[in-house]
């Protein structure tokens, strides 16, 4: 789940300050490297599956069936973009709906077998895909990294 810490007023700057530089910026800089990671993943990932697609699926496998609801918390999608994931996978066949099994009055969604056989492939693949993006920056650039991603998520 994403979490939010209040933002600090920016520092004013003085007349003498540096010009804003695009380039060095950190928003654009994110921007530019997730159009990498993106452009990698979409041209390794197995049977076609979106970034947000394969999320969900994958968080299935970790965690088991779960609500719509609580899939789209766990992998940080609103309630109207999660349903559309959702739907596309029940519509390959990937995913099912049936009765929670910790409360039978809700709705679950769940991997299906073929779900399941995607996903394992999907895994492998997101392996080699977090190495390819990964692969410019030495072993201690990568773990910091992706330490300090979490601490921006």
């Known amino acids: 789940m ?7 007023a920016p520092p004013v700057r003085s007349p ?6 695009l380039d060095d910026q950190v928003g654009f800089l994110m921007r ?4 990498r990671h993106t452009s990698i ?5 197995v049977e076609g599956l979106t970034q947000t697609q394969f999320a969900a699926l994958a968080k299935l496998f970790e965690c088991g069936p779960c609500s719509q609801n609580h ?3 766990l992998v940080c999608l609103d309630a109207a973009t999660i349903k559309g994931v959702v739907d596309r ?10 009765h929670d ?3 039978r009055r809700r709705r ?7 779900g399941r056989r995607v996903t394992e492939s999907a895994m492998a693949a997101a392996a080699g895909i977090t190495a390819a993006t990964l692969a410019p920056l030495a072993a201690s650039e990568q773990r910091t990294v992706v330490r300090l991603l979490k601490k921006l998520a």
Not at 2 to 8: D, F, S
Not at 89 to 98: E, K
């Open 16 to 21: 003498q300050a540096a010009p804003y530089l």
């Open 89 to 98: 996978l029940r519509g390959r066949g990937f995913v099912a709906t049936g």
């Open 108 to 114: 679950a969604v769940m991997l299906t077998a073929a």
């Open 41 to 45: 993943f979409m041209s390794r990932m």
């Open 101 to 103: 099994p910790s409360d």
């Open 32 to 35: 530019v490297a997730m159009q």
């Open 71 to 73: 899939l789209g918390r």
């Open 2 to 8: 994403l979490r939010h810490k209040p933002m600090k």
